[in-house]
């Protein structure tokens, strides 16, 4: 899954709405534990979902809680979603991705070719 992808399935099934429906929950719960556990911080997280980090904490918590006990009702609602994620490796957005190269750019070339990508509107 890309996070194209992503973003477009939290718009189509109203992930991003305040809804409080045990289905919505679950996948927001695990969405949210699949991309902070593969690199995205938890405010990106909470701006895909139009919510606050401390709520990602929760989600997070709730996927962990919910995965150790083996809850069906959650495994059957994320099964597709799940199916999904292990067909992918890491995800990463735009904003990740700029912040990957520079904290891992030791050399002016290497910060001057992140600036040049960023002026060309590349990254």
């Known amino acids: 899954m890309t996070i194209e992808e992503i973003k477009q399935y939290i718009k189509d099934n109203g992930l991003d709405t ?6 919505q929950v679950y996948q927001r719960a695990f969405l949210s534990a699949y991309l902070y556990n593969n690199g995205m911080t938890l405010e990106d997280v909470a ?6 980090h401390s709520t990602i904490i929760h989600c997070v918590s709730l996927h ?14 994320t099964a597709r979603l799940n ?22 750019a030791h050399t002016k070339p290497e910060f001057r070719r992140i600036q040049d990508l960023v002026k060309n509107n590349l990254i």
């Open 47 to 52: 701006r895909l979902f139009k919510r606050h």
């Open 18 to 23: 305040r809804s409080r429906k045990r289905p």
């Open 83 to 104: 199916r999904k994620a292990e067909s992918r490796e890491k995800l990463q957005d735009e904003d990740s991705t700029l912040r990957y190269r520079i904290m891992n």
């Open 64 to 77: 962990n809680d919910l995965s150790s006990y083996k809850d069906e009702l959650y495994l059957d609602l």
